[in-house]
């Protein structure tokens, strides 16, 4: 019994300390542990059962007013599960012990399932380091050539991190310190956005009599839809910033306004919110942020920021003007004819997605353009996805109950055990000899099983027939072989 309790809390202590603990630190998975101590406690318990048993039948007998049919039932009981089952108004502990013995394996099920295993996001702070430019090298995109000054080269460099943006290609760096996700904030190498916002009134022209005037072609135009990149190479306050004109018509109908933006980035040091996939060792601006978002740490101007408008040398604001203007500069005019109605025509505002692509060049640069001596030590907040056992309780809960109703359910059957004096068994030998069986007459009567075999364990026995000298009946029983005879079919003995 108390072997069984053992291996009962055993498990339940397996549960309790494997729950929330990462699979790594476990050589062997609790739900082995679990199965290997359920099976010991059902094992122990059926084995207590057996024993209590045996002491119940001893100790019934020895008690006054036992019959024959008690002791019969307190071993049927004990031995037939079925017996218990239909012993009706005859029930007693031992035929419900045996019973809620006999189900109690179904506990193995219950306490191994109680353990499983599933993903849990963890967060740390973290110390990582990361490499980028908080300013852009001096002629780092660029290269001004012609008579106009006009950037007309990307530099090898930074074509590749155009060319990368424009792929969208996930931006690696060296992230040993990230074990997952990592959120922080760095200082790097951007741009400081202004931008103002106007309506232009727009009409489109009326063709009412453009039939009687013959006038079947143009009659005005409007610019619906526009975006353009300005920056001058000429020295002047324009050379210090990079400008963005957008126009939009943005809603349907002949007459109405159009919107109108004029944005200046000026270069400047911002603290970017990045995220750090640890896992594939990538970098990336924070998803829902902007290049308003981002705060100016510092406004790059005069010396820090040097540019030369010089043919053949090397520019940084040119080169940013003359890839975003490659890529992006567009306009589209609507032209009202008498046979076609284009009033429904609008065009949605880019102004954010343009600036957010210029964001994402320069976070880029500054990524590409960085050396050792950028190097940032920053605290992250770490997220990271660890697998974990966790434990079930309820189902613990129900392997708990079928195992202690079996387990209360024996510990009364040996009460009074002490009473019966010696180990006792359920050998027929040792219940035969406390039946007065004629062969054992002579053995010691307080022996055990044990020490009858040992005593009397050599002497020939047969079961058949055999007749009473001093009656003549012929009887069914155990005893010296040169006695028995082989019963006969259609033989009947005596009553």
Partial sequence: MLGALVSFIV??????????????????????????????????????????????????????????ADLHRYWSYGDSVWESIVSGKRVNIIAIASILVAIVPVNGPFIQRASRSRLNTITKASNVQVQI?????????????????????????????????????????????????????????SFQVNCTSSPSPCRLGSFDN????????????????????IWS??????????????????????????????????????TYQVVIDGNRSTIELAPG???????????????????????????????????????????AAMVQRPIVTLSLVRAADPTQDLIQAFRDLAFRSAIAASVASDLQNVTAQDNFSVTIYESHYLYLGLAIVFTALAWLAT?????????????????PIETAKAFQAPMLQNADPNANAS??????????????????HDSGQELLEMNDPRHIKVPQSGQVFSE
């Fill in 11 to 68: 498990a339940i202590i397996i549960l309790v300390e494997s729950d929330g603990e990462p699979t790594s630190i476990w050589i062997v998975q609790p739900s082995v542990y679990l199965a290997i101590a359920s099976a010991f406690t059902n094992v122990l318990l059926y084995f207590a059962f057996k024993q209590a048993v045996t002491v119940a039948w001893w100790r019934r007998a020895a008690l006054p007013n036992a019959t024959i």
């Fill in 133 to 189: 430019a908080q300013k852009l090298p001096s002629g780092y995109a660029g290269v001004i050539s012609g008579r106009s000054y006009d950037p007309s080269l990307l530099t090898p460099d930074f074509r590749k991190v155009v060319n990368a943006a424009n792929a969208q290609v996930p931006i690696t760096i060296n992230s040993q310190d990230c074990t997952g996700i990592c959120t922080t904030a760095i200082q790097g190498a």
């Fill in 210 to 229: 453009a039939e009687s005037l013959g006038v079947r072609n143009v009659s005005n135009d409007v610019t619906v839809f526009l975006t353009k990149f």
């Fill in 233 to 270: 190479s000429s020295g002047s306050e324009d050379s210090k910033k990079i400008r963005l004109n957008v126009q939009n018509k943005d809603g349907t109908g002949c007459v109405g306004n159009l919107q109108v933006q004029n944005c200046s980035m000026y270069p400047a040091t911002v």
């Fill in 289 to 331: 942020t902007n290049m308003s978002s981002d705060r100016v740490e510092h406004l790059l101007q005069g010396d820090e920021y040097p540019e030369s408008y010089a043919p053949s040398q090397g520019t940084i604001l040119g080169g940013f003007y003359k890839a975003l203007s490659d890529t992006y500069d567009s306009s």
């Fill in 411 to 427: 510990f009364p059957i040996f009460i009074g055990w002490w009473h019966v004096g010696r180990t006792v068994s359920m050998s």
């Fill in 451 to 468: 020490k009858l075999v040992k005593g009397l364990g050599e002497r020939p026995i047969r079961y058949g027939t055999i007749t009473r």
